[in-house]
């Protein structure tokens, strides 16, 4: 009988609805052995759990350079990470969509590839397409371009019309 690889886990995004639920899911699931999750606060809702090892990191941007060794051997790489839909129409959101929208999610990829990683999975949105007018579609799109240029082993793009982010968000 064929014994199952565990996902060890490199997840981005961690601390918004979706990356909270992701956690949930891995936390629960007997096939995932451990999970690293890397952002700008620590998810309180987690913290203890056994499986999960969280790093703090201020700036997300510099994503690209964070180190290695700590994340090193992971299989799989979740990016959670993205701007609410209103921001996109927000001229003074313009430019932290971009960074957050390509800038961390394709420096996470590089980091996850680097890692190891065999499976990249990204939520990115409808209509992502790199050749759009659209810059929400558009950036989405790019993004998706990049991640799939990476030639992980399996990629998984998500692009929901909307997420209900729950009460209050």
Request: proline share 2%; with cysteine.
């Amino acid at each position: 009988m064929k014994t199952e690889k565990k996902i060890s886990a490199l997840v981005i995004g961690h601390t918004g609805a979706t990356g909270q639920a992701l956690l949930d899911t891995l936390i629960a699931s007997p096939q995932c052995e451990s999970i690293i999750a890397i952002g700008r606060r620590e998810s309180a809702r987690h913290k203890g759990s056994p499986k999960l090892k969280q790093y703090i990191l201020p700036n997300m941007l510099e994503i690209g350079s964070f180190d290695l060794e700590k994340v090193k051997g992971v299989n799989a790489a979740f990016c959670t990470i993205g701007t609410t839909f209103n921001d996109v129409f927000k001229e003074s959101k313009a430019a932290e969509y971009q960074v957050v929208d390509f800038g961390i999610a394709t420096g996470f990829a590089k980091l996850a590839k680097a890692a190891g990683a065999e499976f990249f999975g990204i939520i990115t949105g409808d209509k992502s397409d790199s050749k759009s007018k659209h810059r929400m579609t558009r950036v989405k799109g790019e993004t998706e371009d990049f991640i799939i240029a990476q030639k992980f082993n399996r990629v998984a793009i998500l692009r929901p019309g909307l997420l209900n982010r729950g009460k209050g968000r």
